[in-house]
Protein backbone atom coordinates (compact mmCIF):
# COMPACT_ATOMS: atom_id res chain seq x y z
CA UNK A 1 0.00 0.00 0.00
CA UNK A 2 2.49 2.23 0.74
CA UNK A 3 4.53 1.62 -2.61
CA UNK A 4 1.15 2.67 -4.24
CA UNK A 5 0.78 6.09 -2.71
CA UNK A 6 4.60 6.78 -3.20
CA UNK A 7 3.59 5.90 -6.92
CA UNK A 8 0.76 8.17 -6.46
CA UNK A 9 2.52 10.94 -5.06
CA UNK A 10 5.43 10.70 -8.18
CA UNK A 11 2.45 10.94 -10.18
CA UNK A 12 1.03 14.26 -9.10
CA UNK A 13 4.18 15.66 -8.89
CA UNK A 14 5.00 14.82 -12.38
CA UNK A 15 1.67 15.95 -13.75
CA UNK A 16 2.19 19.61 -11.92
CA UNK A 17 5.73 19.34 -13.75
CA UNK A 18 4.58 18.87 -17.03
CA UNK A 19 1.70 21.44 -16.88
CA UNK A 20 3.60 23.73 -15.00
CA UNK A 21 6.68 23.66 -17.61
CA UNK A 22 4.40 23.72 -20.93
CA UNK A 23 1.65 25.83 -19.85
CA UNK A 24 5.11 28.41 -18.83
CA UNK A 25 6.09 28.45 -22.87
CA UNK A 26 3.64 30.57 -24.02
CA UNK A 27 3.19 33.32 -21.30
CA UNK A 28 5.65 36.54 -21.77
CA UNK A 29 7.35 38.20 -18.78
CA UNK A 30 5.25 38.86 -16.12
CA UNK A 31 5.50 42.33 -14.53
CA UNK A 32 6.67 40.67 -11.36
CA UNK A 33 9.16 38.28 -13.13
CA UNK A 34 11.19 41.57 -14.58
CA UNK A 35 12.90 42.54 -11.08
CA UNK A 36 12.97 38.83 -9.55
CA UNK A 37 14.52 36.87 -12.57
CA UNK A 38 17.13 39.59 -12.71
CA UNK A 39 17.39 40.13 -9.25
CA UNK A 40 18.68 36.10 -8.96
CA UNK A 41 21.39 37.26 -11.62
CA UNK A 42 22.24 40.19 -9.95
CA UNK A 43 23.02 39.11 -6.34
CA UNK A 44 25.01 36.30 -7.82
CA UNK A 45 27.42 38.31 -9.81
CA UNK A 46 27.75 41.05 -7.06
CA UNK A 47 27.08 39.67 -3.73
CA UNK A 48 24.95 42.89 -2.89
CA UNK A 49 21.27 43.44 -1.85
CA UNK A 50 19.93 46.90 -3.06
CA UNK A 51 17.62 45.66 -6.25
CA UNK A 52 14.34 43.73 -4.93
CA UNK A 53 15.26 44.06 -1.00
CA UNK A 54 11.42 44.07 -0.56
CA UNK A 55 11.67 40.36 -1.25
CA UNK A 56 14.01 37.82 -0.08
CA UNK A 57 16.38 35.82 -2.43
CA UNK A 58 15.32 32.45 -1.87
CA UNK A 59 13.51 31.85 -5.25
CA UNK A 60 15.40 34.42 -7.00
CA UNK A 61 18.92 32.64 -6.44
CA UNK A 62 17.35 29.62 -7.61
CA UNK A 63 16.13 31.50 -10.65
CA UNK A 64 19.63 32.56 -11.09
CA UNK A 65 20.99 29.34 -11.11
CA UNK A 66 18.84 28.53 -14.00
CA UNK A 67 19.69 31.25 -15.79
CA UNK A 68 23.97 30.40 -15.49
CA UNK A 69 22.72 27.79 -18.81
CA UNK A 70 21.48 30.97 -20.83
CA UNK A 71 24.69 32.61 -20.00
CA UNK A 72 23.37 36.49 -19.99
CA UNK A 73 25.63 39.26 -20.48
CA UNK A 74 24.96 41.70 -17.25
CA UNK A 75 24.36 45.07 -16.97
CA UNK A 76 27.08 47.37 -16.05
CA UNK A 77 27.08 48.95 -12.83
CA UNK A 78 28.93 52.19 -13.42
CA UNK A 79 30.37 54.56 -10.28
CA UNK A 80 28.02 57.51 -10.82
CA UNK A 81 26.81 57.70 -6.97
CA UNK A 82 24.87 60.91 -8.03
CA UNK A 83 23.14 61.34 -11.90
CA UNK A 84 23.20 64.63 -13.87
CA UNK A 85 20.91 66.60 -14.78
CA UNK A 86 20.30 65.58 -18.43
CA UNK A 87 20.00 61.67 -17.43
CA UNK A 88 17.59 59.69 -18.81
CA UNK A 89 16.52 56.01 -19.09
CA UNK A 90 17.68 54.38 -22.17
CA UNK A 91 14.72 53.21 -24.39
CA UNK A 92 14.62 49.80 -26.19
CA UNK A 93 16.56 48.96 -28.14
CA UNK A 94 19.03 49.17 -25.80
CA UNK A 95 22.96 50.35 -27.01
CA UNK A 96 24.62 50.55 -24.23
CA UNK A 97 23.41 48.48 -20.78
CA UNK A 98 24.92 50.67 -18.07
CA UNK A 99 23.28 51.15 -14.68
CA UNK A 100 24.74 53.86 -12.41
CA UNK A 101 25.07 53.03 -9.02
CA UNK A 102 22.67 55.75 -7.96
CA UNK A 103 19.94 53.91 -9.56
CA UNK A 104 20.99 50.66 -7.87
CA UNK A 105 21.17 52.42 -4.54
CA UNK A 106 17.79 53.81 -5.08
CA UNK A 107 16.47 50.41 -6.02
CA UNK A 108 15.26 51.34 -9.60
CA UNK A 109 14.54 47.34 -10.12
CA UNK A 110 12.22 47.88 -13.43
CA UNK A 111 14.97 49.52 -15.14
CA UNK A 112 17.29 47.15 -13.99
CA UNK A 113 15.48 44.33 -15.12
CA UNK A 114 14.67 46.28 -18.52
CA UNK A 115 18.42 46.13 -18.82
CA UNK A 116 19.27 42.73 -18.06
CA UNK A 117 16.83 40.99 -20.30
CA UNK A 118 16.62 42.82 -23.17
CA UNK A 119 20.55 44.08 -23.43
CA UNK A 120 23.01 43.52 -26.31
CA UNK A 121 23.07 40.34 -26.75
CA UNK A 122 20.59 39.07 -24.36
CA UNK A 123 17.61 35.96 -25.40
CA UNK A 124 14.79 37.45 -22.52
CA UNK A 125 13.08 34.37 -23.53
CA UNK A 126 15.50 32.14 -23.26
CA UNK A 127 16.77 33.46 -19.95
CA UNK A 128 13.45 33.55 -18.45
CA UNK A 129 12.55 29.87 -19.75
CA UNK A 130 16.18 28.47 -17.73
CA UNK A 131 14.83 30.95 -14.51
CA UNK A 132 11.44 29.36 -14.50
CA UNK A 133 12.50 25.69 -15.01
CA UNK A 134 14.70 25.94 -12.38
CA UNK A 135 12.15 27.55 -9.87
CA UNK A 136 9.23 24.84 -11.39
CA UNK A 137 12.06 21.96 -10.76
CA UNK A 138 12.30 23.04 -7.06
CA UNK A 139 8.78 23.42 -6.46
CA UNK A 140 7.99 20.10 -7.93
CA UNK A 141 10.63 18.54 -5.33
CA UNK A 142 9.27 20.58 -2.26
CA UNK A 143 5.61 19.11 -3.22
CA UNK A 144 7.10 15.73 -3.00
CA UNK A 145 9.31 16.25 0.09
CA UNK A 146 5.70 18.10 1.85
CA UNK A 147 4.03 14.54 0.94
CA UNK A 148 6.73 12.53 2.64
CA UNK A 149 7.11 14.60 5.52
CA UNK A 150 3.35 14.37 6.22
CA UNK A 151 3.31 10.70 5.71
CA UNK A 152 4.97 10.34 9.11
CA UNK A 153 2.98 12.18 10.68
CA UNK A 154 -0.38 11.07 9.06
CA UNK A 155 -0.12 8.73 6.85
CA UNK A 156 0.58 8.19 3.47
CA UNK A 157 -2.89 8.44 1.57
CA UNK A 158 -3.85 11.50 3.45
CA UNK A 159 -0.36 12.80 2.37
CA UNK A 160 -1.15 12.22 -1.21
CA UNK A 161 -4.81 13.58 -0.81
CA UNK A 162 -3.03 16.62 0.26
CA UNK A 163 -0.74 17.12 -2.43
CA UNK A 164 -3.41 16.17 -4.67
CA UNK A 165 -5.61 18.94 -3.51
CA UNK A 166 -3.16 21.54 -4.07
CA UNK A 167 -0.93 20.66 -6.68
CA UNK A 168 -3.23 19.93 -9.55
CA UNK A 169 -5.23 23.30 -9.62
CA UNK A 170 -5.41 25.85 -11.86
CA UNK A 171 -3.97 28.24 -9.43
CA UNK A 172 -1.43 26.45 -8.12
CA UNK A 173 -0.08 25.60 -11.23
CA UNK A 174 0.00 29.10 -12.54
CA UNK A 175 1.88 30.31 -9.40
CA UNK A 176 3.81 27.47 -9.70
CA UNK A 177 5.29 27.94 -13.07
CA UNK A 178 6.44 31.76 -13.04
CA UNK A 179 9.83 33.16 -10.86
CA UNK A 180 7.22 34.41 -8.56
CA UNK A 181 7.41 33.69 -4.40
CA UNK A 182 3.68 32.88 -3.36
CA UNK A 183 4.20 28.54 -4.17
CA UNK A 184 7.33 28.18 -2.93
CA UNK A 185 6.44 30.11 0.40
CA UNK A 186 3.68 28.38 0.90
CA UNK A 187 4.82 24.77 0.74
CA UNK A 188 7.91 25.80 2.98
CA UNK A 189 5.85 27.44 5.49
CA UNK A 190 3.66 24.53 5.48
CA UNK A 191 6.44 22.06 5.50
CA UNK A 192 8.05 23.78 8.46
CA UNK A 193 5.16 23.18 10.05
CA UNK A 194 4.59 19.31 9.53
CA UNK A 195 8.29 19.24 10.77
CA UNK A 196 7.42 21.05 13.84
CA UNK A 197 4.64 18.83 14.13
CA UNK A 198 7.06 15.96 14.29
CA UNK A 199 9.07 17.45 16.80
CA UNK A 200 6.67 18.01 18.84
CA UNK A 201 4.67 14.67 18.95
CA UNK A 202 8.03 13.21 19.57
CA UNK A 203 8.93 15.14 22.18
CA UNK A 204 5.63 14.10 24.05
CA UNK A 205 6.21 10.61 23.54
CA UNK A 206 9.81 10.99 24.96
CA UNK A 207 12.05 9.82 22.15
CA UNK A 208 15.18 11.90 20.76
CA UNK A 209 14.43 14.83 18.37
CA UNK A 210 17.91 15.97 17.86
CA UNK A 211 17.68 15.54 14.03
CA UNK A 212 13.27 16.87 13.85
CA UNK A 213 14.84 19.94 16.04
CA UNK A 214 17.54 20.90 13.13
CA UNK A 215 15.26 20.34 10.46
CA UNK A 216 12.47 22.10 12.01
CA UNK A 217 14.68 24.89 12.53
CA UNK A 218 16.24 24.29 8.88
CA UNK A 219 12.59 24.59 7.02
CA UNK A 220 11.69 27.70 9.07
CA UNK A 221 14.61 29.51 7.57
CA UNK A 222 13.54 28.12 4.26
CA UNK A 223 10.19 29.60 4.96
CA UNK A 224 11.33 33.07 5.77
CA UNK A 225 13.88 33.51 3.20
CA UNK A 226 11.17 32.63 0.73
CA UNK A 227 8.83 35.48 1.90
CA UNK A 228 8.69 37.74 4.27
CA UNK A 229 4.65 37.90 5.39
CA UNK A 230 6.22 33.88 6.74
CA UNK A 231 7.33 35.27 9.98
CA UNK A 232 3.85 34.96 10.75
CA UNK A 233 4.48 30.89 11.05
CA UNK A 234 6.78 32.13 14.15
CA UNK A 235 4.06 33.58 16.71
CA UNK A 236 1.38 30.80 15.13
CA UNK A 237 3.71 27.83 15.85
CA UNK A 238 4.12 28.92 19.59
CA UNK A 239 0.77 29.33 20.11
CA UNK A 240 -0.09 25.69 18.39
CA UNK A 241 2.58 24.04 20.05
CA UNK A 242 1.74 25.61 23.48
CA UNK A 243 -1.79 24.65 23.08
CA UNK A 244 -1.02 20.37 21.58
CA UNK A 245 1.58 20.41 24.73
CA UNK A 246 -1.34 21.72 27.38
CA UNK A 247 -4.01 19.91 25.43
CA UNK A 248 -2.08 16.51 25.19
CA UNK A 249 0.01 16.62 28.70
CA UNK A 250 -2.33 18.00 31.34
CA UNK A 251 -3.74 14.68 32.28
CA UNK A 252 -0.40 13.50 33.50
CA UNK A 253 0.43 16.87 35.02
CA UNK A 254 0.70 17.78 38.84
CA UNK A 255 1.29 21.34 40.06
CA UNK A 256 4.84 21.58 40.82
CA UNK A 257 5.91 20.52 37.39
CA UNK A 258 3.22 22.20 35.23
CA UNK A 259 5.15 25.33 35.46
CA UNK A 260 8.17 23.34 34.78
CA UNK A 261 7.59 21.63 31.37
CA UNK A 262 5.94 25.00 30.01
CA UNK A 263 9.61 26.57 31.02
CA UNK A 264 10.95 23.92 29.05
CA UNK A 265 8.80 24.13 25.45
CA UNK A 266 9.75 28.08 25.27
CA UNK A 267 13.23 27.91 25.71
CA UNK A 268 13.10 24.63 23.27
CA UNK A 269 11.16 26.75 20.63
CA UNK A 270 13.33 29.48 21.67
CA UNK A 271 16.13 27.82 20.24
CA UNK A 272 14.35 26.45 17.57
CA UNK A 273 13.99 30.19 16.64
CA UNK A 274 17.38 31.20 17.41
CA UNK A 275 18.86 28.54 14.94
CA UNK A 276 16.41 29.20 12.62
CA UNK A 277 17.50 33.19 12.79
CA UNK A 278 20.83 31.89 12.58
CA UNK A 279 20.49 30.19 8.90
CA UNK A 280 18.86 33.81 8.17
CA UNK A 281 21.96 35.74 8.86
CA UNK A 282 24.48 32.96 6.85
CA UNK A 283 22.21 32.95 4.05
CA UNK A 284 22.04 37.18 3.62
CA UNK A 285 25.84 37.35 4.68
CA UNK A 286 26.54 36.14 1.08
CA UNK A 287 24.15 38.56 -0.52
CA UNK A 288 24.75 41.91 1.47
CA UNK A 289 29.08 41.35 2.37
CA UNK A 290 29.29 43.51 -0.69
CA UNK A 291 27.07 46.03 0.30
CA UNK A 292 28.18 50.08 1.19
CA UNK A 293 27.26 49.95 4.97
CA UNK A 294 26.37 53.70 5.02
CA UNK A 295 24.36 52.68 2.42
CA UNK A 296 22.58 50.39 3.70
CA UNK A 297 22.37 51.99 7.26
CA UNK A 298 20.27 55.46 5.34
CA UNK A 299 17.84 52.34 3.53
CA UNK A 300 17.13 51.38 6.95
CA UNK A 301 16.56 54.52 8.68
CA UNK A 302 14.39 55.26 5.40
CA UNK A 303 12.21 52.31 6.50
CA UNK A 304 12.33 51.88 9.85
CA UNK A 305 8.62 52.48 11.44
CA UNK A 306 9.90 54.62 14.10
CA UNK A 307 6.21 54.86 14.83
CA UNK A 308 5.43 51.26 15.47
CA UNK A 309 9.12 50.61 17.21
CA UNK A 310 11.05 52.37 19.62
CA UNK A 311 13.76 54.59 17.81
CA UNK A 312 16.23 52.37 19.50
CA UNK A 313 15.94 49.74 17.20
CA UNK A 314 17.36 51.38 14.67
CA UNK A 315 20.31 52.78 16.79
CA UNK A 316 21.01 48.42 17.22
CA UNK A 317 20.18 47.83 13.51
CA UNK A 318 22.50 50.30 12.54
CA UNK A 319 25.67 48.67 15.24
CA UNK A 320 24.61 45.28 13.63
CA UNK A 321 25.62 46.66 10.04
CA UNK A 322 28.17 47.34 11.11
CA UNK A 323 29.24 44.70 13.45
CA UNK A 324 29.65 41.48 10.84
CA UNK A 325 29.03 39.87 7.87
CA UNK A 326 26.34 37.54 9.73
CA UNK A 327 25.14 40.67 11.61
CA UNK A 328 25.04 42.48 8.44
CA UNK A 329 22.79 39.84 6.60
CA UNK A 330 20.05 40.22 9.93
CA UNK A 331 20.20 43.45 9.70
CA UNK A 332 18.76 44.01 5.70
CA UNK A 333 16.38 40.97 6.78
CA UNK A 334 14.61 42.98 8.85
CA UNK A 335 15.70 46.48 6.34
CA UNK A 336 13.31 44.17 3.95
CA UNK A 337 10.84 43.28 6.49
CA UNK A 338 10.12 46.85 7.25
CA UNK A 339 9.23 47.57 3.56
CA UNK A 340 6.45 45.11 3.04
CA UNK A 341 5.30 46.64 6.76
CA UNK A 342 5.32 49.97 5.48
CA UNK A 343 3.84 48.98 1.72
CA UNK A 344 1.15 46.94 3.75
CA UNK A 345 0.29 50.06 5.48
CA UNK A 346 0.10 52.48 3.17
CA UNK A 347 -1.59 50.34 0.30
CA UNK A 348 -1.05 52.75 -1.85
CA UNK A 349 -2.13 50.01 -5.24
CA UNK A 350 -5.11 50.43 -7.25
CA UNK A 351 -7.69 47.59 -7.09
CA UNK A 352 -10.49 46.55 -9.11
CA UNK A 353 -13.07 44.60 -7.64
CA UNK A 354 -16.40 43.49 -8.58
CA UNK A 355 -16.85 46.60 -10.24
CA UNK A 356 -15.36 49.30 -8.43
CA UNK A 357 -11.96 50.75 -8.25
CA UNK A 358 -10.70 50.70 -5.14
CA UNK A 359 -7.05 52.66 -3.74
CA UNK A 360 -5.59 53.08 -0.42
CA UNK A 361 -8.73 51.94 1.41
CA UNK A 362 -8.59 48.50 -0.03
CA UNK A 363 -11.58 46.32 -1.27
CA UNK A 364 -12.90 45.13 1.64
CA UNK A 365 -12.98 42.30 3.87
CA UNK A 366 -14.57 40.45 0.82
CA UNK A 367 -11.87 39.96 -1.33
CA UNK A 368 -10.40 36.83 -0.34
CA UNK A 369 -13.45 34.85 0.61
CA UNK A 370 -15.15 36.01 -3.13
CA UNK A 371 -11.33 34.81 -4.89
CA UNK A 372 -11.48 31.79 -2.28
CA UNK A 373 -14.82 30.91 -3.56
CA UNK A 374 -13.98 31.78 -7.18
CA UNK A 375 -10.43 30.93 -8.15
CA UNK A 376 -9.72 27.58 -6.61
CA UNK A 377 -11.17 23.87 -7.89
CA UNK A 378 -14.83 23.66 -7.10
CA UNK A 379 -13.48 19.66 -5.62
CA UNK A 380 -11.99 21.27 -3.22
CA UNK A 381 -14.57 23.13 -2.31
CA UNK A 382 -16.58 20.11 -2.50
CA UNK A 383 -14.51 17.82 -0.52
CA UNK A 384 -13.79 20.74 2.18
CA UNK A 385 -17.66 20.97 3.19
CA UNK A 386 -17.99 16.92 3.24
CA UNK A 387 -14.97 16.67 5.72
CA UNK A 388 -16.44 19.77 7.94
CA UNK A 389 -19.84 18.22 7.83
CA UNK A 390 -18.22 14.36 8.67
CA UNK A 391 -16.42 15.90 11.26
CA UNK A 392 -18.91 17.79 12.97
CA UNK A 393 -21.40 14.88 12.19
CA UNK A 394 -18.82 12.71 14.81
CA UNK A 395 -18.00 15.29 17.20
CA UNK A 396 -22.03 14.84 17.68
CA UNK A 397 -22.01 11.77 17.94
CA UNK A 398 -23.08 11.14 21.68
CA UNK A 399 -26.46 13.73 21.28
CA UNK A 400 -30.08 12.70 20.53
CA UNK A 401 -29.87 13.93 16.99
CA UNK A 402 -26.51 11.49 16.21
CA UNK A 403 -27.59 8.73 18.66
CA UNK A 404 -28.53 6.34 15.67
CA UNK A 405 -25.37 7.43 13.55
CA UNK A 406 -23.78 4.37 12.13
CA UNK A 407 -21.27 2.59 13.47
CA UNK A 408 -18.43 3.16 10.81
CA UNK A 409 -19.41 6.76 11.70
CA UNK A 410 -19.14 6.53 15.60
CA UNK A 411 -15.75 4.81 14.92
CA UNK A 412 -14.43 7.30 12.71
CA UNK A 413 -15.47 9.88 15.85
CA UNK A 414 -13.72 7.63 17.92
CA UNK A 415 -10.68 8.16 15.35
CA UNK A 416 -10.77 11.85 15.33
CA UNK A 417 -10.73 12.54 19.12
CA UNK A 418 -7.80 10.24 19.60
CA UNK A 419 -6.22 11.70 16.60
CA UNK A 420 -6.77 15.15 17.96
CA UNK A 421 -5.05 14.37 21.35
CA UNK A 422 -1.86 12.40 19.99
CA UNK A 423 -1.16 14.16 16.97
CA UNK A 424 -0.52 18.22 16.59
CA UNK A 425 -0.53 18.98 12.98
CA UNK A 426 -4.38 19.58 12.68
CA UNK A 427 -4.32 22.04 15.25
CA UNK A 428 -0.90 23.32 14.16
CA UNK A 429 -2.71 24.28 10.93
CA UNK A 430 -6.00 25.53 12.31
CA UNK A 431 -3.53 28.01 14.34
CA UNK A 432 -2.06 29.08 11.27
CA UNK A 433 -4.80 29.73 9.36
CA UNK A 434 -6.44 32.00 12.28
CA UNK A 435 -2.97 34.11 12.85
CA UNK A 436 -2.33 34.24 8.81
CA UNK A 437 -5.95 35.42 8.24
CA UNK A 438 -5.97 37.78 10.93
CA UNK A 439 -3.50 40.02 9.75
CA UNK A 440 -4.23 39.65 6.21
CA UNK A 441 -8.00 40.69 6.67
CA UNK A 442 -6.45 43.65 8.83
CA UNK A 443 -4.26 44.56 5.71
CA UNK A 444 -5.81 46.74 2.77
CA UNK A 445 -3.22 45.25 0.34
CA UNK A 446 -5.61 43.24 -1.63
CA UNK A 447 -3.96 42.51 -5.15
CA UNK A 448 -4.41 38.44 -5.45
CA UNK A 449 -5.36 35.47 -4.18
CA UNK A 450 -1.70 34.60 -4.35
CA UNK A 451 -1.17 36.50 -0.73
CA UNK A 452 -3.16 34.04 1.33
CA UNK A 453 -1.45 30.96 -0.90
CA UNK A 454 -0.02 29.37 2.22
CA UNK A 455 -3.86 29.73 3.94
CA UNK A 456 -4.88 27.48 1.09
CA UNK A 457 -2.18 25.06 1.21
CA UNK A 458 -2.99 24.28 4.76
CA UNK A 459 -6.80 24.45 4.12
CA UNK A 460 -5.53 21.48 1.37
CA UNK A 461 -3.68 19.27 3.82
CA UNK A 462 -7.06 19.79 6.30
CA UNK A 463 -9.57 18.86 3.96
CA UNK A 464 -7.12 15.85 2.81
CA UNK A 465 -7.29 14.59 6.65
CA UNK A 466 -10.68 15.07 6.92
CA UNK A 467 -11.16 12.68 4.09
CA UNK A 468 -8.81 10.14 4.81
CA UNK A 469 -10.52 9.80 8.18
CA UNK A 470 -13.98 8.93 6.52
CA UNK A 471 -12.54 6.78 3.63
CA UNK A 472 -14.50 3.97 4.07
CA UNK A 473 -18.33 5.92 5.28
CA UNK A 474 -21.11 5.08 2.78
CA UNK A 475 -22.31 8.23 1.57
CA UNK A 476 -26.18 8.93 2.11
CA UNK A 477 -26.28 4.87 3.16
CA UNK A 478 -26.26 4.24 -0.37
CA UNK A 479 -23.37 1.91 -1.84
CA UNK A 480 -21.44 4.67 -2.07
CA UNK A 481 -18.36 5.29 -0.58
CA UNK A 482 -15.86 8.25 0.66
CA UNK A 483 -13.37 7.32 -1.72
CA UNK A 484 -15.63 6.23 -4.16
CA UNK A 485 -16.50 10.02 -4.61
CA UNK A 486 -13.16 10.83 -4.70
CA UNK A 487 -12.44 8.90 -7.59
CA UNK A 488 -15.72 10.48 -9.38
CA UNK A 489 -14.63 14.06 -8.11
CA UNK A 490 -10.99 13.78 -8.79
CA UNK A 491 -11.16 12.40 -12.29
CA UNK A 492 -13.44 15.63 -13.35
CA UNK A 493 -10.67 18.20 -11.71
CA UNK A 494 -7.89 16.51 -13.94
CA UNK A 495 -9.85 17.21 -16.49
CA UNK A 496 -10.91 20.36 -15.70
CA UNK A 497 -7.37 20.95 -15.20
CA UNK A 498 -6.53 19.96 -18.88
CA UNK A 499 -9.57 21.58 -20.48
CA UNK A 500 -8.18 24.92 -18.91
CA UNK A 501 -4.81 24.27 -20.39
CA UNK A 502 -2.55 26.76 -20.68
CA UNK A 503 -4.76 29.63 -19.33
CA UNK A 504 -4.02 28.63 -15.53
CA UNK A 505 -3.25 32.00 -14.22
CA UNK A 506 -6.83 33.85 -15.03
CA UNK A 507 -8.67 30.44 -14.37
CA UNK A 508 -12.32 31.28 -12.52
CA UNK A 509 -14.53 28.31 -12.02
CA UNK A 510 -18.27 28.38 -12.94
CA UNK A 511 -19.06 30.82 -9.95
CA UNK A 512 -16.64 33.48 -10.89
CA UNK A 513 -18.41 33.44 -14.71
CA UNK A 514 -15.30 31.00 -15.92
CA UNK A 515 -11.95 32.22 -17.42
CA UNK A 516 -13.50 34.02 -19.95
CA UNK A 517 -15.43 36.66 -17.86
CA UNK A 518 -13.31 35.92 -14.51
CA UNK A 519 -11.88 39.44 -15.19
CA UNK A 520 -15.19 40.93 -14.36
CA UNK A 521 -14.52 39.50 -10.33
CA UNK A 522 -11.03 41.01 -9.87
CA UNK A 523 -7.71 41.13 -12.31
CA UNK A 524 -4.54 41.84 -10.91
CA UNK A 525 -2.44 38.38 -10.29
CA UNK A 526 -6.21 37.41 -10.40
CA UNK A 527 -5.90 37.59 -14.22
CA UNK A 528 -3.72 40.11 -15.52
CA UNK A 529 -0.41 39.97 -14.24
CA UNK A 530 0.65 42.36 -16.74
CA UNK A 531 2.19 40.94 -20.11
CA UNK A 532 1.37 37.41 -20.05
CA UNK A 533 0.13 37.91 -23.54
CA UNK A 534 2.57 40.20 -25.16
CA UNK A 535 3.78 37.19 -27.12
CA UNK A 536 0.58 35.94 -28.31
CA UNK A 537 -0.04 39.58 -29.60
CA UNK A 538 3.01 39.21 -31.76
CA UNK A 539 1.67 36.25 -33.26
CA UNK A 540 -1.82 37.54 -33.75
CA UNK A 541 0.07 40.40 -35.30
CA UNK A 542 2.03 38.08 -37.83
CA UNK A 543 -0.99 36.13 -38.40
CA UNK A 544 -3.15 38.93 -39.69
CA UNK A 545 -0.37 40.97 -41.54
CA UNK A 546 -0.81 44.02 -38.78
CA UNK A 547 2.61 46.37 -39.11
CA UNK A 548 0.64 49.36 -36.79
CA UNK A 549 -1.21 49.04 -33.52
CA UNK A 550 -1.65 51.03 -30.54
CA UNK A 551 -1.36 49.80 -26.88
CA UNK A 552 -2.80 50.31 -23.86
CA UNK A 553 -1.53 47.40 -21.68
CA UNK A 554 -0.78 46.73 -18.29
CA UNK A 555 3.22 45.33 -19.33
CA UNK A 556 6.61 46.30 -18.15
CA UNK A 557 8.65 44.83 -20.60
CA UNK A 558 9.58 47.20 -23.59
CA UNK A 559 6.69 46.09 -26.32
CA UNK A 560 8.69 47.44 -29.48
CA UNK A 561 10.64 44.07 -28.72
CA UNK A 562 7.69 41.97 -29.47
CA UNK A 563 5.88 44.07 -31.31
CA UNK A 564 7.63 46.03 -33.90
CA UNK A 565 8.47 49.17 -34.31
CA UNK A 566 4.83 49.66 -35.35
CA UNK A 567 4.08 50.02 -31.46
CA UNK A 568 2.69 52.99 -30.52
CA UNK A 569 1.38 53.71 -27.19
CA UNK A 570 -2.18 55.01 -26.14
CA UNK A 571 -3.84 56.45 -23.34
CA UNK A 572 -7.82 57.32 -24.30
CA UNK A 573 -8.09 59.06 -21.03
CA UNK A 574 -5.24 61.05 -21.94
CA UNK A 575 -5.64 61.19 -25.73
CA UNK A 576 -9.11 61.80 -26.04
CA UNK A 577 -9.47 60.97 -29.16
CA UNK A 578 -9.04 57.32 -31.03
CA UNK A 579 -6.32 56.28 -33.12
CA UNK A 580 -7.00 56.90 -36.82
CA UNK A 581 -9.74 54.75 -38.13
CA UNK A 582 -8.88 51.23 -39.62
CA UNK A 583 -6.14 51.19 -37.38
CA UNK A 584 -6.05 48.69 -34.00
CA UNK A 585 -5.79 49.66 -30.05
CA UNK A 586 -4.96 46.91 -27.87
CA UNK A 587 -6.01 47.16 -24.38
CA UNK A 588 -5.26 44.64 -21.49
CA UNK A 589 -7.85 43.51 -19.33
CA UNK A 590 -6.64 45.81 -16.33
CA UNK A 591 -6.24 49.22 -17.98
CA UNK A 592 -9.82 48.33 -19.36
CA UNK A 593 -11.41 47.64 -16.15
CA UNK A 594 -9.31 50.16 -14.59
CA UNK A 595 -10.88 53.01 -17.52
CA UNK A 596 -14.35 51.28 -17.52
CA UNK A 597 -14.74 51.61 -13.36
CA UNK A 598 -12.72 54.11 -12.13
CA UNK A 599 -15.18 56.91 -12.57
CA UNK A 600 -12.80 59.05 -14.28
CA UNK A 601 -13.15 58.26 -17.49
CA UNK A 602 -17.03 59.28 -18.73
CA UNK A 603 -18.43 59.54 -22.20
CA UNK A 604 -15.83 59.54 -25.12
CA UNK A 605 -12.75 58.80 -23.20
CA UNK A 606 -14.31 55.30 -21.85
CA UNK A 607 -13.17 52.27 -23.39
CA UNK A 608 -16.50 50.70 -23.06
CA UNK A 609 -17.61 52.84 -26.37
CA UNK A 610 -15.50 50.54 -28.35
CA UNK A 611 -17.13 47.16 -27.40
CA UNK A 612 -19.05 47.27 -30.97
CA UNK A 613 -15.57 46.96 -32.66
CA UNK A 614 -13.70 44.07 -31.04
CA UNK A 615 -12.07 42.36 -33.55
CA UNK A 616 -9.91 39.53 -31.36
CA UNK A 617 -9.42 39.26 -28.12
CA UNK A 618 -5.63 37.62 -27.63
CA UNK A 619 -5.10 35.02 -24.97
CA UNK A 620 -7.55 36.06 -22.37
CA UNK A 621 -6.23 39.25 -21.21
CA UNK A 622 -5.95 41.38 -24.12
CA UNK A 623 -8.67 43.32 -26.16
CA UNK A 624 -8.33 44.22 -29.83
CA UNK A 625 -10.51 46.87 -31.29
CA UNK A 626 -10.28 48.05 -35.34
CA UNK A 627 -11.26 51.90 -35.05
CA UNK A 628 -14.31 52.69 -37.19
Same mark, same amino acid.
Given at each position: ?159 ? =? ?133 ? #? ?28 ? !? ?43 ? !? ?13 ? #? ?21 ? !? ?46 ? =? ?104 ? =? ?20 ? =? ?43
Amino acid at each position: MKHKYNLSAVAVCLIFLALALFSSLGNGILADEIPHISGGYYYLKTHRYFINPEHPPLVKDIAGLGELFARPNFPKITDQASLPPDFHREEYPIQRAEFPKALEWANNQDYFGVLFLFGPGNNPGQIAFFARLAVILVNTLLLYLLYFLLGKIWNARSAV =LGIFFFAVSQFSIAHGSFVVIDFMSAVLTCIAIVSFAIYLKKSAEGHKTARWFFLTSFFIFGALVSKFSSVVLLPAAFVGGLLYMIFVEIRNWVARNRLAMIRKYIFSYVAVVALALFFVSVFYAFHVFRMENDV #LVQKISENYPEEQLPAAGHRILEYMVYLSP !LTKGLAEYANGTFMVVSRMLVSSQSTYFLGHVFGSEGAGIWYFPV !LYATKLSLGLHFFTL #LALVLVIASAAKQSRIFRHSSRL !LRRSASRNDSEWRSNPLSLLLLVFIVFYMAVTLRSTFQIGLRHIMPVI =LAMCLLTAKGVDNFWDYRFLRLNLKIKHLFVIVATLMLVSVFWSYPYYLEYYNILGGGTDCGYKIATDSNYDWGGSDVRRLAAWMRDNNVREIYTHMFADVPLKYY =LGDGQRKFNLQDDGQLPPSGSY =LAVSVFEYMANVFGGNASGDKNYSRLDPYLAARVGKTIFVYKIP
